[in-house]
């Protein structure tokens, strides 16, 4: 008989583990050790069903849905025909039979002596649903300085170009170059653009903001920003700033203030001046030239909160990604959704946040999405840079997808590289083929897959400044990855499954073949990859939709494959792969 370690079973019975899915189903998880258990069975009733005593025999099986290299997780979603209810787990392995309620395990013969303490679930409300344009969009990210620049360049201003990508080098991209870009932007597939900050500063990034309420002179005025919102909406993309409400810049108005007044100034209470900071104040990170806001102020959360409101209401822009949100004081944040959302219920926030985002996300009272640098470390180190094997990789990728309720994982961003990182391509010692594997795992993956300015272009760059070089456009033409990016993000947009679809590991080869599949109502996909640099042959099998016909065509070639026995034989070329819809 198989060993059972009892102490890898883990439920909490909150948050990933137990929410409501935006169709009304109740969605309960369990982690258990990989490949111990028969079968799982959630066992659930109404609150205040007579006979609480009773003893369950039979209950939902609860699908496997993801495995790490010790843990797998199971997940079962049933319509209650009452929202109070409670529930417990049934466990089978070998013929055996073990119960889990709250108050630990149970034997049958301990289930019948004692009546079972059942997990409650009493509030089994819909929760609020995530804007359903942001739901697995393909976004792209631009960084405005380095973007696209129309008229003549201003005074000061570098070359197109130039090599000097320093904070103090202004390149002059500006709202008007970024209303040139729109239908190349439509041409590419997106449907969502993020841009680093625009406000009044004095270096290319924008990050210390001078004045929250006034366009940057050299990227245009708020009128500018309007006719590029309306242009975009026009073009079906949504827009979405960066808030940089962490800090602020020195020459902010308040700051200044504070700074030269102390104490008697009315602003002092704006940030946290205390003489055992390097700078005599709180900063992001050590930088002195940005001083940190304290939010937990209500007059300093006033202003903020009516920043959030002012670009939404004048200039039609379609949510906020928040900068260094982890280190803001958390009750801001459910102030700023609140009126966020009043002023555009269809919004979304997006936290900037590098690591595990269940304190931030799955209560939905703060962020909708973050920037997935958990997908994307494990991207990093698998298809650039060979610090993790095949199984690693799927193993921190099935990590990853259990962190957050299916609705959630619709909308994280995913991405290569941004300006915070190096590029993609730099990471990968230029090797182009990893790029364009890379962005296929990234283009039929659950999340928004997000492009940087320039990854579909091939740019390559360092880490930060590097990272941030002016667009190359006269790579535009003829250029096969920018025909690639153009193919997955069609590719993705015209399925269901790829855009909404759950997440299940299919195949993991010795040979480097690596399948997973995607399943939405009505639709699935299963993607193979070689992520081998050798050409590979293997017998792949089909699941159930797929399986029962004679053949199954490629979507990114075109070529038809035979099924025999519900399996076909693929032959791949190096990191290249393959994707089949049904």
Not at 75 to 91: C, K
Request: aromatic share 14%; charged share 20%; with cysteine.
């Amino acid at each position: 008989m198989r060993n059972i370690t009892l102490s890898a079973v883990q439920h909490q019975p909150w948050l990933e583990y137990r929410h409501t899915l935006p169709d009304g189903r109740i969605c309960i998880r369990i982690r258990t050790a990989v490949g111990e258990w028969d079968q799982v069975l959630l066992c659930h009733k109404r609150m205040y069903t007579p006979a609480p005593g009773e003893i369950p025999t039979g209950g939902i099986a609860m699908r496997p849905m993801w495995q790490d290299e010790l843990h797998q997780w199971y997940e079962a979603a049933f319509m209650p025909d009452d929202r109070r209810i409670h529930y417990l787990f049934l466990f089978r392995s070998d013929g055996r039979e073990l119960y889990l309620d709250q108050d630990g395990w149970r034997t049958p013969e301990q289930m019948a002596a004692t009546p079972p303490e059942w997990f409650p679930y009493a509030h089994a409300w819909t929760p609020a649903k995530k804007p359903d344009w942001a739901r697995g969009v393909a976004g792209y990210q631009i960084f405005p300085d380095r973007f696209r620049r129309s008229g003549p360049a201003q005074a000061g201003i570098e070359p197109w170009g130039s090599e000097k990508v320093q904070n103090e080098y202004r390149f002059g991209g500006n709202l008007a170059g970024m209303l040139e870009a729109v239908p190349y932007l439509q041409d590419l597939g997106v449907g969502l653009v993020y841009m680093t900050p625009l406000f009044v500063s004095d270096t290319s990034h924008r990050y210390n903001t001078f004045d929250y309420f006034t366009i940057d002179p050299l990227l245009g005025s708020a009128g500018d920003l309007r006719r590029l919102t309306d242009a975009l909406h026009e073009a079906g993309i949504r827009i979405v700033l960066d808030g940089v409400f962490n800090h602020a810049g020195t020459s902010f108005a308040p700051f200044a203030d504070a700074l030269a007044r102390g104490p008697a100034s009315e602003y002092y209470h704006w940030f946290f001046f205390d003489p055992r900071y390097p700078s005599g104040y709180a900063t992001f990170g050590e930088c002195a030239y940005m001083p940190k806001l304290n939010l937990a102020d209500p007059e300093t959360a006033a202003y903020f909160l009516e920043v959030g409101r002012h670009w939404l209401r004048t200039c039609g822009v379609d949510g906020w990604r928040l900068d260094v949100s982890p280190e803001v004081w958390p009750d801001f944040w459910r102030q700023f959704r609140k009126a966020v959302l009043a002023e555009n219920p269809q919004a979304i926030l997006v936290a900037e946040c590098w690591d595990d985002s269940r304190e931030w996300l799955s209560v939905g009272d703060m962020f909708d999405s973050t920037m997935h640098y958990v997908l994307s470390r494990a991207i990093w180190g698998f298809f650039a840079e060979d610090t993790l094997d095949l199984r690693t990789f799927d193993a921190r990728v099935n990590r990853a997808m259990a962190l957050y309720p299916h609705a959630t994982q619709e909308v994280l961003w995913n991405f290569l590289g941004t300006h915070d990182t190096m590029r993609f391509l730099t990471r990968a010692g230029g090797e182009v083929r990893r790029l364009r594997q890379a962005a296929l795992f990234q283009m039929t993956a659950p999340g928004a897959p997000i492009v940087y300015y320039g990854d579909e272009l091939g740019m390559e760059g360092g880490n930060d400044p590097h990272c941030r070089h002016s667009m190359r456009w006269e790579r535009v033409k003829n250029s096969p990855v920018h025909a690639w990016y153009k193919k997955l993000i069609a590719l993705r947009n015209g399925s269901p499954a790829l855009r909404y679809g759950t997440f299940r590991t299919w195949h993991v080869g010795e040979n480097g073949v690596y399948a997973y599949l995607r399943e939405d109502a009505g639709q699935c996909a299963l993607v193979a990859l070689n992520t081998a640099d050798a050409a590979v042959e293997v017998t792949l099998p089909l699941p159930g939709a797929l399986a029962a016909h004679a053949s199954a065509v490629d979507a990114l070639s075109g070529v038809p494959h035979g099924i025999q026995g519900g399996a076909t034989l693929l032959r791949l070329p190096p990191r290249e792969g393959a994707v089949f819809l049904y």
